[in-house]
T-cell receptor
Framework: EAGVTQFPSHSVIEKGQTVTLRCDPISGHDNLYWYRRVMGKEIKFLLHFVKESKQDESGMPNNRFLAERTGGTYSTLKVQPAELEDSGVYFC?????????FGPGTRLTVT | AQSVAQPEDQVNVAEGNPLTVKCTYSVSGNPYLFWYVQYPNRGLQFLLKYITGDNLVKGSYGFEAEFNKSQTSFHLKKPSALVSDSALYFCAVRDSGRYKLSFGAGTTVTVRA
């Protein structure tokens, strides 16, 4: 069984540009989550999808971040326009029961 | 509110010695507790969980964790550490009524040969 995959693995963009991160969950997992780890700090929750619906987006930092999960399969997280403080590692996870399975993360560097 | 504290940034042990990584938590309801490990240039790997039942839970790679409700702790243990256990370990908690995880800051474990 394939795990959670994320693309790209690393992205370097300039301040003000747009970046779109993609996550493919484990097949059959209805729950999909986005988290991020900034500057070696705690991993912070961003949002939670159940199928295509946003269940909880309380962790989204501001309206420069837009997450979608059309069709309830893969998800994208767009940052527009990117700011320096958005640099960090963005993790995606999926679950069907209690444990969440994480992808390898996308390392975003905003210069 | 829910939160996790990992009081040690780093833990250093010799190979063959017991390994303990500490974690305390705070939740308003019943806790669901998890340990994850991150090896260099890899994602988070699920190690083990406590949902209910036995306070001692066993997980992958010979790790176990003990849930202590009175001390609100969920320490990760391994009786005999290996050099390959060197990695970054995260404790996480969620309230039974919620889905989002709250993580500790992580503990870097270094096992020396």
């Amino acid at each position: 069984e394939a795990g959670v995959t994320q693309f790209p693995s690393h992205s370097v963009i300039e301040k003000g540009q747009t970046v779109t991160l993609r996550c493919d969950p484990i097949s059959g997992h209805d729950n999909l989550y986005w988290y991020r780890r900034v500057m070696g700090k705690e991993i912070k929750f961003l949002l939670h999808f159940v199928k295509e619906s946003k269940q909880d987006e309380s962790g989204m930092p501001n309206n420069r971040f837009l997450a979608e999960r059309t069709g309830g399969t893969y998800s994208t997280l767009k940052v527009q326009p990117a700011e320096l403080e958005d640099s960090g590692v963005y993790f995606c996870a999926s679950s069907q029961a209690n444990e969440q399975y994480f992808g390898p993360g996308t390392r975003l560097t905003v210069t | 509110a829910q939160s996790v504290a990992q009081p040690e940034d780093q833990v250093n042990v010799a190979e063959g010695n017991p390994l303990t990584v500490k974690c305390t938590y705070s939740v308003s309801g019943n806790p669901y507790l998890f340990w994850y490990v991150q090896y260099p240039n890899r994602g988070l790997q699920f190690l083990l969980k406590y949902i209910t039942g036995d306070n001692l839970v066993k997980g992958s790679y010979g790790f176990e964790a003990e849930f202590n409700k009175s001390q609100t702790s969920f320490h990760l243990k391994k009786p005999s550490a290996l050099v390959s256990d060197s990695a970054l370990y995260f404790c996480a908690v969620r309230d039974s009524g919620r889905y989002k995880l709250s993580f500790g800051a992580g503990t870097t474990v270094t096992v020396r040969a």
